[in-house]
């Protein structure tokens, strides 16, 4: 079994900046890609950024310019890092992995969420 563990979700000011991260844990052969997803009250999930296992990136339009995201492959970790957050970016934020648990076998996992409130 494989568990995404995230951290770094809050309140803060239109303006300010938050860093997430997502720690993959478990019965891991590999970590593939991974990304960062939101979804805001009454809206679809939708994509923000993802990185490959590789370290390439793609993003959003809407966060581009803004967002960040990188990986440490030996801590298994993702990291979203936020600046000049507006309001529209409220959501809750989950972390996607796509695992391989062995060398055949890979699911993609999803963490808990962690809630971003960007105030006005």
């Known amino acids: 079994q494989v568990q995404l563990v995230e951290s770094g979700g809050g309140l803060v000011q239109a303006g300010g900046s938050l860093r997430l991260s997502c720690a993959a844990s478990g019965s891991i052969f590999r970590v593939n890609d991974m990304g960062w997803y939101r979804q805001a009250p009454g809206k679809q999930r939708e994509l923000v950024a993802h990185?490959?296992?590789?370290?390439?990136?793609n993003y959003a339009d809407s966060v581009k310019g803004r967002f960040t995201i990188s990986r440490d492959n030996a801590k298994n970790t993702v990291y979203l890092q936020m600046n000049s957050l507006k309001p529209d970016d409220t959501a809750v934020y989950y972390c996607?992995?796509?695992?391989?648990?062995?060398?055949?076998?890979?699911?993609?996992?999803w963490g808990q969420g962690t809630q971003v409130t960007v105030s006005s």
């Open positions: 996607n992995a796509n695992v391989r648990t062995t060398f055949f076998r890979a699911n993609d996992y």
């Open positions: 990185i490959t296992s590789g370290g390439s990136t």
